[in-house]
T-cell receptor, first 114, second 114 residues
Framework: DVKVTQSSRYLVKRTGEKVFLECVQD?????MFWYRQDPGLGLRLIYF???????EKGDIPEGYSVSREKKERFSLILESASTNQTSMYLC?????????????FGEGSWLTVV | AQKVTQAQTEISVVEKEDVTLDCVYE???????LFWYKQPPSGELVFLIR??????QNEISGRYSWNFQKSTSSFNFTITASQVVDSAVYFC???????????FGTGTSLTVIP
């Protein structure tokens, strides 16, 4: 069964802390994504990656960075967490190419910054 | 630019009623893919269906049906005889042919009242 696994389901962090959200996929997908989901705003793309060590900014990259050292792993980093980064974070992956394959999501990480 | 609009933010229906979730998209591509996903309260988005732009046949899967109309750039989703388990947030998405990104609507929150 295909799987996108996010390491932490629920986190509570203090303002100013550095936060790491880890994501691993077992489908050998080229593409990986980090989204943020807030009520009324849907899914907003933070960063995505088409290949190892490659990253592209999405719609709301400010305050975030990412790392992709291995194909199966894509990490989201909040350098200095702030209360406005309290949200649910979704990791996803998909295959590359023109076949229009679907995107697979992890279960989400609920982050609260206090 | 690609865009997906789900104008219905929240819908409530009584169990056994039929309900249609609207999705309108914008794209300049002639080849593209459309998707629907379900997000139950647990958080993970689950893939429901994919259509490519050359296949306008409507599809039925049990109580679910999808109406794809290129003339109106719409890809609507109908649930027949709704059940409480259908309560979730539903997202419509578009993937273009050459790109690797997915463009999501803001989601429709469906509540089925017993």
């Amino acid at each position: 069964d295909v799987k996108v696994t996010q390491s932490s389901r629920y986190l509570v962090k203090r303002t100013g802390e550095k936060v790491f959200l880890e994501c691993v996929q077992d489908m050998d997908h080229e593409n990986m994504f980090w989204y943020r989901q807030d009520p009324g705003l849907g899914l907003r793309l933070i960063y995505f990656s088409y290949d190892v060590k490659m990253k592209e900014k999405g719609d709301i990259p400010e305050g975030y960075s990412v790392s992709r050292e291995k194909k199966e792993r894509f990490s989201l980093i909040l350098e200095s967490a702030s209360t406005n980064q309290t949200s649910m974070y979704l990791c996803a992956s998909s295959s590359a190419g023109t076949s229009g394959n679907t995107i697979y999501f992890g279960e989400g990480s609920w982050l609260t910054v206090v | 630019a690609q865009k997906v609009t789900q104008a219905q933010t929240e819908i409530s229906v009584v169990e056994k009623e039929d309900v249609t979730l609207d999705c309108v998209y914008e794209t300049r591509d002639t080849t593209y893919y459309l998707f629907w996903y379900k997000q139950p309260p647990s958080g993970e988005l689950v893939f429901l269906i994919r259509r490519n732009s050359f296949d306008e046949q409507n599809e039925i899967s049990g109580r679910y049906s999808w109406n794809f109309q290129k003339s109106t750039s719409s890809f609507n989703f109908t649930i027949t005889a709704s059940q409480v388990v259908d309560s979730a947030v539903y997202f419509c998405a578009l993937r273009d042919y050459t790109g690797n990104q997915f463009y999501f609507g803001t989601g429709t929150s469906l509540t089925v009242i017993p």
